[in-house]
């Protein structure tokens, strides 16, 4: 019997999600926007093609949304077609979406309207809000393919433990789930079934990975809130790309469960579930639900049963680390000048700030690496092979050169446990640091770039050293944006690079192609291609607090107690100071 190609395979699936779109969804030619134009956040506005209540509702914040589902004076059903227009927009727009399930959205909003009407009270804190999720989401009846061919056609028989709880007891709707790169492990979103995303701020610009597709969305408007995961910046990168919010949680506060991996079974380095969302106040309503719902109790065994308490106020002034670069690339110009301005900032409101050396950044880099390449890329190389469908590169080089040694690159068991040691002993090395200098929060970027070129992210050191520390951290727009008078590159001729990687990041920056030009490519200033763009930053916070004066959190017994709430509450002050 004939085989089909992976290529056959991939355009059925492509073509699959593309006719899953309604007619009345698809953008007339006549309004769709020509290839050469980069930035299509504005087309719902201009176009004409949605109506006035359809802006409204997908213009809207989560928490000025979640009242009018909860009295009945917005109906799910209304607010769920209305995203559902918009996602689909997004899709032709940008390729952002990996599944769509319309129908099932727009019944589970009919159920919720009915409950409502007929019981006068909300399923839960989310009730009726269409809530968009990356594609390693199980959803019954729907792939899960992670990027790869060969997963394609093998359909989930059971919701992922997170979807059951958003459903059964925060009230949540799913109407689409989101692209990802190959199994989850590059920062940008490209696969071969799929293709790449785009961002839609720019299109010759990525939207970051491995969550890119939901960041796309959810920043074109297409997804009030979105749910990604984060292994080494799968979250805090494409925020980072297109101006979102997000938050990267300890390993144990949201569930887990029922989730496909591209690596099954990889727990040297946990993959943390969590929000996209436009503002952080969204952010928090979505943190508040899913905690909310116990899932220690029946969901996930691994959940830690801790209750969401409200960010803390207090009058008292932070001690903030500043850590300017990470000793192995240097930000980018426009990244640089945001953290100079927010720390000022932070200084003038009459907080405390200190430098923080990044001495330990490159070993705490090294220890994600040979984490993720300990199986000798055995995991990603089953799947490839099964159809044949091609390595991305150079994104995946260093799993397909461990997987090119064979069994000489796996590490033994013994080995595997050494290398967690070595985790252990580097994890206690930076919490003795961290006590010793006595701070609240560390600010830093969160990635070199405010964002970059498709196919030229290089560096994944700013956030993934926070995975192998299993840390707190919030990714979050500034507010200032990219602006190319001010961000030249460096002078390439006198700077000394800190790196290879560097000396790449620093060079591409230096020139980019025009990819707009319809004659021949010209040399382009990076800030040029950039221009305009927001910057976001990462704050940091620790695994286990301290108390806040007159908070809830001194009833919490102190084994119990980790800072996602703390990192939000720091969060808002950072946003105070720069506003």
């Not at 560096?459 to 001010?486: E, M, R, W």
């Not at 030249?488 to 707009?516: G, H, T, W």
């Given at each position: 019997m004939k085989v089909d190609s992976w290529e056959q395979v991939a355009a059925r699936k492509r073509k699959a999600v593309l006719d899953s779109i309604p007619a009345e969804w698809i953008i007339p030619d006549s309004l769709l926007p020509p290839e050469t134009q980069d930035d299509v956040m504005t087309f719902p506005e201009t176009s004409g093609w949605f109506t006035a209540e359809e802006l409204a509702i997908t213009n809207s914040e989560v928490l000025e949304l979640l009242p009018k589902l909860a009295s009945g004076e917005l109906k799910s059903e209304t607010v769920t077609r209305a995203f559902c227009k918009r996602a689909a927009a997004a899709h032709q727009l940008t390729n952002c979406l990996s599944e769509t399930c319309f129908k099932r959205g727009l019944e589970m909003a009919r159920q919720l309207d009915a409950h409502l009407a007929q019981t006068g009270k909300p399923v839960g804190p989310l009730h009726g809000l269409p809530i968009s999720l990356k594609d390693n989401f199980n959803l019954r009846g729907l792939d899960a393919t992670v990027g790869f061919v060969s997963h394609v056609g093998a359909p989930a028989t059971e919701d992922a433990t997170l979807a059951q709880l958003l459903q059964a007891k925060a009230g949540a709707v799913f109407y689409v789930k989101t692209n990802v790169p190959t199994a989850m492990m590059m920062p940008e979103t490209v696969n071969n079934v799929m293709g790449r995303t785009v961002n839609p701020r720019n299109r010759r610009l990525t939207p970051g990975g491995s969550s890119g597709g939901e960041a796309a969305l959810v920043a074109f408007g297409g997804s009030p809130l979105g749910v990604g995961t984060d292994i080494g910046g799968s979250l805090r990168i494409p925020a980072a790309c297109t101006g979102l919010f997000t938050l990267k949680a300890s390993f144990g506060r949201f569930p887990a469960l029922g989730c496909r991996s591209g690596m099954p079974g990889q727990e040297a380095v946990q993959s943390i579930n969590g929000p996209l969302a436009r503002t952080l106040g969204d952010l928090e309503a979505y943190c508040a639900a899913v905690v909310g719902a116990e899932p220690w109790h029946d969901a996930d065994p691994r959940c830690l049963p801790i209750p969401w308490r409200s960010s803390p106020s207090s009058s008292r002034k932070l001690k903030i680390a500043v850590m300017w670069d990470d000793g192995m690339a240097l930000p980018t110009p426009p990244v640089t000048r945001a953290l100079r301005q927010t720390a000022a900032a932070l200084r003038a409101a009459g907080h405390e700030l200190v430098e923080w050396s990044s001495r330990d950044q490159a070993e705490g880099l090294s220890l994600l690496n040979r984490m993720f390449v300990a199986d000798g890329g055995r995991a990603i190389l089953e799947e490839i092979a099964h159809t044949g469908e091609p390595w991305i590169l150079p994104a995946m080089q260093a799993y397909q050169e461990a997987a090119a040694a064979g069994v000489a690159a796996e590490l033994g068991t013994r080995d595997l446990w050494r290398?967690?040691?070595?985790?252990?002993?580097?994890?206690?090395?930076?919490?003795?640091?961290?006590?010793?200098?006595?701070?609240?929060?560390?600010?830093?970027?969160?990635?070199?770039?405010?964002?970059?070129?498709?196919?030229?992210?290089?560096?994944?050191?700013?956030?993934?050293?926070?995975?192998?520390?299993?840390?707190?951290?919030?990714?979050?727009?500034?507010?200032?944006?990219?602006?190319?008078?001010?961000?030249?590159?460096?002078?390439?001729?006198?700077?000394?690079?800190?790196?290879?990687?560097?000396?790449?990041?620093?060079?591409?920056?230096?020139?980019?192609?025009?990819?707009?030009?319809?004659?021949?490519?010209?040399?382009?200033?990076?800030?040029?291609?950039?221009?305009?763009?927001?910057?976001?930053?990462?704050?940091?916070?620790?695994?286990?607090?301290?108390?806040?004066?007159?908070?809830?959190t001194q009833l919490i017994p102190f084994a119990f107690r980790l800072e996602e709430e703390k990192v939000v509450a720091m969060t808002r002050v950072v946003l105070d100071a720069l506003s």
């Open positions: 290398l967690h040691a070595e985790r252990q002993a580097y994890q206690k090395r930076h919490l003795d640091r961290w006590n010793a200098a006595g701070i609240d929060a560390l600010l830093c970027p969160t990635t070199p770039y405010a964002s970059v070129e498709n196919g030229k992210f290089r560096h994944v050191g700013y956030t993934g050293v926070y995975n192998v520390l299993d840390q707190s951290c919030i990714s979050f727009p500034t507010g200032i944006k990219v602006d190319a008078a001010l961000d030249k590159a460096l002078d390439m001729a006198s700077y000394q690079p800190m790196s290879e990687v560097d000396k790449m990041i620093q060079s591409e920056c230096e020139f980019s192609l025009n990819l707009r030009s319809t004659g021949p490519r010209l040399p382009v200033d990076h800030a040029e291609a950039v221009h305009g763009m927001p910057i976001n930053l990462q704050l940091v916070g620790r695994r286990l607090p301290d108390v806040w004066e007159n908070s809830e």
